[in-house]
């Protein structure tokens, strides 16, 4: 009997406790229509989520939203402009594998320091951590994005802000099917900085035009940033290592990229940047380095007229430096430093010399100086030997950089059993290349 009663006390002292703690968590969560700054508590007392949707109903303009530390789930809607959504840095997000998480459609809204898992995987739908649809002047700050097929997708919005991100797709996908960390769809004059993406697919700029990119960083990824139909954008001091292509411009003109470090591109066919017609490009003062191919110019420029400037560039330690697919002209090349590449430029066509190649550094140049002017005193001129025996056989390609290779090469300079294709002339080639000095300190101006 004195156990039963003992057991009968104890329920009814546990029955008012959750009675008590109801009460002060309904009496909080009733805090967010009051239009203020307001904590929410993520749990009620069942141990049931909060679905984030129903905490965004009554925001007024002007709100700002501070998640207490805690789970809550989408798919959720903020459809008020000029709200702010602050997880704290303490808050996560869940899609439950669905859909997409957060979807803003509201101008001016502000989404920072929170963590977003788990969307859904259809890439016709574009899961996606937050979808901005129609929106300008919204800010994506400070957020960790992770086990997401799309990270920030922002679809016909403009003058926003993607910064200080980490983003990554689902693990369970090849990355062939994984998602794009950020994507912009005719979306201009955004700003793209200090943000990290590793294990994405892409992060793609497509018809979308006057945006900057700068200060990023992109790890293991296939193209880092790749712009189709996307004019007039600034890629400015990114960096991005291990990706199949770092940088692809695809019908694409007006590119600034400057001062970026590319390395690593992977695979047989990895480029550090590839053009792909398109014209009117500046590519000033990047470092090419470790890759099969450095800068792959094809069908480029796609308007003779609208050349590509290509100045001060050090393209290094890449089996092929500058491989030309065509022979168009219209490229000026310009003051680059290539130094220990397998192959300086190769040409798919019948030359590469119809570009302009203007007092280059070439590692393999076996000339003099003897005014010392840092001045080649005879032209840089390049000819291919073996090198051109997998025109005819590809599978030859695989015994690239083999000794057999090296030594067909030396007989063939030395006594040539058929006419050399030649590739390039350069005719004041520099003469020396002083490390020390930083290359976006030469001229950039065209003799």
Known sequence: MRLLRFIMIKNKIILCLVVLISTITLAQTADVT????????????????VFLNTLLRNLKSGDTLKLKPGFYTGPAHLTVSGVVLDGGGKVTISGMGNESILYVEADSVTVQNIHFTHTGD???????????????????????????LFGV???????????????SSLLSKSLA???????????????????????????????????????????GNRY??????AHNNRIHKNSFFNNS??????????????????????????????????SSNQILNNRFLYSAYGIHFDVSPFVPEKINTVVGNEIAFCNVGLLF??????????????????????????????????????????????????????????????????????????????????????????????????VLEDK???YKWQRDKSTKSQSHGQK
Not at 34 to 49: A, E, F, K, R
Not at 153 to 164: R, T
Not at 413 to 421: C, H, I, Q, T, V
Request: charged share 20%.
């Open 325 to 422: 697919h065509s022979d168009l002209e219209g490229n000026l090349i310009k003051e680059n430093i290539l130094h220990d590449n397998l192959t300086q430029a190769f040409t798919r066509g019948s030359t590469a010399n119809r570009n302009q190649f203007i007092g280059d550094y070439w590692s393999d140049y076996q000339g003099f100086d003897k005014n010392h002017d840092n001045v080649g005193d005879i032209p840089y001129k390049l000819y291919s030997y073996s090198e051109h025996l997998w025109n005819f056989d590809k599978d030859i390609k695989f015994f690239y950089g083999a000794p057999i290779l090296e030594v067909l090469d030396f007989l063939e300079r030395l006594a040539p059993f058929s006419s050399p294709k030649f």
């Open 224 to 229: 880092s940033i790749h712009f189709m139909y």
């Open 153 to 167: 997708d922002l679809f016909k919005s403009n003058y926003c802000v993607v910064e200080h991100n980490t983003i």
């Open 245 to 278: 292509v770092g940088v692809f411009l695809m019908y694409s003109e007006k590119t600034i990229l400057t001062e970026n470090l590319i390395q690593g591109s992977v695979g047989s066919t990895g480029m550090c940047l590839g053009l792909k017609e398109t």
């Open 122 to 148: 259809s890439h016709d739908k574009l899961d996606a951590a937050i979808k901005v649809i129609e929106a300008n002047h919204v800010k994506i700050r400070n957020n960790l994005i992770e086990e997401s």
């Open 34 to 49: 009051s239009g203020l700054t307001v904590d929410i508590i993520p749990y009620t007392d069942d141990g049931n989520q």
């Open 177 to 219: 099917l994984k998602g794009d960390a950020i994507r912009l769809w005719y979306s201009t004059n955004c700003s793209i900085r200090n943000n990290y993406w590793h294990n994405v697919r892409d992060m793609v700029v497509w018809y979308s035009s006057d945006n900057t990119f700068e200060f990023n960083k992109g790890v």
């Open 428 to 430: 004041n080639p520099m």
